[in-house]
């Protein structure tokens, strides 16, 4: 595989130089609020509605219900998309009713990335979202055994052979030294967060890193519509 993959968000693509290298699997980091979720699912929404791709979501925070109830604000409707076999929500979340959840006395990352992967062979997904991997954090507090947990799921993600996003909670202050496990393990970083700029916050996207493509690096702005995120490719806030 070495193709791009487009995101379907106007002026990613763009900085991203026509889309996520095939095969990828990028983190998406940012404060709570700052789109991650969006994000992700905007990149789901548009490889199934538009291009026929298969995605899968898997939930490591919040209920079924509460995804589709947000995502249809935006006039995506991923209820539909189930209902029709060309999309699957895994819910491992702390809510969940499954034997697979964060918190539960049973849980493994490899039950868990077991499930997935049979899900994704099932639909013969392409694009894959999982969200938020910052939960590992409270399943596994000794970094070496999350480190490990990470690893198993991007090894898993990889041979799966889909095209990945998964998110994380923003290490805390604008350019921080701080690099995380995470970080260092993704093909690719995209950081989403808030910027003072002239007086005023602007909701700001940088791409850290993509392995495979040559990417613009400079922070720009976007917002978030009622029709998802829109980048400001041709703004910059420095």
Known sequence: MNGKVKTGILGLDEMLGGGIPEGSVVLVMGEPGSGKTVLCSQFLYYGISELGERGVYVSLDHPKEVFMKKMSTFGWDFESFEKEGVFKFIDASPFSSGKVRLGSK??????????????????NAKRIAIDSIA????????IAKRRMAILYLIESLVKSEVTSMMTSVFRTGWRDTTVLVEEHLAHGVIILQLMRTGGELKRVIQIEKMFGTLVDIQPRPYDITSKGIVVHVDETVL
């Open 106 to 123: 049973g849980f493994s990352i490899e039950a868990l990335l077991k499930w997935v992967s049979s899900e994704i062979k099932r639909l």
């Open 135 to 142: 939960s590992l954090l409270y399943q596994y507090p000794d």
